[in-house]
């Protein structure tokens, strides 16, 4: 169960590091503001977690 977190989450923590090494790089400091990248990966994340979860209920009622 864990690694199946793990792998839904990825997406957001690749997003988030790079997010702050950009904003080190360019502007010298982290920007607290997203914007719409953050929107685009929290709903990639629910499609993702829907997902597995349908299929962990499935395997469940078997």
Do not use: C, H, S
């Amino acid at each position: 169960m864990l690694l199946l977190v793990l792998t839904a989450l990825t997406p957001l923590f690749i997003y988030l590091i790079l997010r702050v090494a950009w904003d080190l790089i360019v502007y010298g400091n982290v920007v607290a503001v997203f914007g719409a990248g953050l929107n685009f990966v929290l709903f990639l994340e629910f499609l993702i977690f829907v997902y597995l979860g349908y299929f962990v209920v499935k395997v469940l009622k078997k």
